[in-house]
């Protein structure tokens, strides 16, 4: 014969109801957040799933418009041919299109090949900017950096160094130095140049770098700091004369122009970088994914030697790392803005 136990609770009579109730609420609750962190997961498994258009803010053939195109060419090969539509939006030093980009869709399908002008330079330069740096973007990954070129004119200049181009423009009228726009980093650079120099730059604002380099030819300015990328060409043909570059190393595009602080001026090292943010609220799985593809890239040896071979120096950084970069750049820029004065309205 079986014996049965009685199973008893000292629990009081509804506790046991109250807690399937509570059980099944919270069930609910949970469904809708693990959907929605399903369909998050689903849609940055799926991205991207049709063209991606890569604003950039300057003419085809500059240094940002020649980095963006390599970078679409690896990401587009990367994704199975999904198309990278390189959109250039000139103008404004980069402004209307860093405001564009920022009034885009959130959605990985707009994004920006932004630079030091645009976000971290703008905000001390500008009263009011159609967009804000930090809270308009998301950083996604720094791509690359760029060292500048101090170009003079051989038909023009005598020097070969930058010692002698300063000796040299002692005896002119005043120093002349080209720039692709005003608040740009070459802008500033002209400024802590004439401050390592003792002399006192007049700038000379042009719309673009083939307009500033017009000016160079024509002996309108004595020099400009133009990027590795742009001024190689012109070097290597004999058409220009590198005086020294602006980073803390030797580039190896051009290994044999020496720093400007090899050449006696160590407190003058400045570069540009170029990186990709999106619009503010991208969701983070699909940043992540392009940040994870943008590194991966770049840093393929391929889309090194085509970004090396064309003058700039690869990173690839992380999301947190690129962050940091802006925001320390910010400052850093904003104290030589504050140096100058400069006010662009």
């Known amino acids: 014969m079986k014996t049965f136990t009685k199973q008893t609770s000292n629990a009081p009579r509804g506790t046991g109801r109250r807690a399937l109730l509570a059980a099944a609420i919270t069930v609910g609750l949970a469904a809708p957040w693990a959907g929605a962190q399903a369909q998050a997961a689903g849609a940055a498994a799926a991205y991207p799933a049709k063209p991606v258009r890569m604003i950039v803010g300057f003419p ?54 932004g630079e030091t002008g645009q976000l971290s330079i703008a905000p001390s330069s500008y009263n009011k900017l159609p ?53 740009t980093p070459g802008h500033f650079g002209a400024f802590m140049f004439g401050d390592a120099v003792k002399l006192k730059p007049e700038p000379v604002h042009y719309k673009n770098t083939a307009d500033a380099l017009g000016g160079l030819f024509s002996g309108d300015v004595q020099g ?67 940040n994870a593809d943008i590194v991966k890239a770049v840093q393929s040896p391929e889309g090194r030697a085509k970004m090396e071979e064309a003058g700039f120096r690869v990173t690839g950084t992380s999301q947190q790392d690129f962050a940091r970069i802006i925001a320390a750049d910010t400052v850093t820029w904003g104290k030589a803005v504050a140096a100058t004065g400069f006010k662009a309205d």
Do not use: C, H
């Open 60 to 113: 085809a053939g500059t240094g940002p418009d020649i980095v963006a195109r390599l970078l679409a060419q690896k990401l587009s090969e990367g994704w199975g041919n999904v198309g990278v539509i390189v959109d250039n939006k000139p103008g404004a030093g980069g402004l209307i299109a860093a405001g564009e980009a920022a009034r885009a869709a959130p959605d990985g399908y707009t994004i920006m090949l």
């Open 224 to 290: 400009v700091f133009a990027s590795v990328g742009l001024a190689a060409p012109n070097v290597k043909a004999g058409k220009l004369v590198a005086l020294g570059t602006t980073g803390a190393t030797r580039t190896s595009t051009l290994p044999d122009v020496p720093t400007i602080k090899e050449q006696g001026y160590a407190n003058l090292e400045f570069s540009s970088w170029f990186g990709i943010v999106a619009p503010a609220k991208t969701p983070p799985d699909i940043v992540a994914r392009l």
């Open 131 to 183: 967009y804000d740096p930090a809270k308009d973007f998301v950083a996604v990954s720094q791509v690359v950096t760029s060292d500048f070129v101090l170009l003079v004119n051989p038909q023009k200049v005598p020097s070969r160094n930058v010692k002698e181009f300063v000796d040299w423009t002692k005896q002119q009228k005043g120093l002349f130095l080209a720039t692709f726009g005003a608040g």
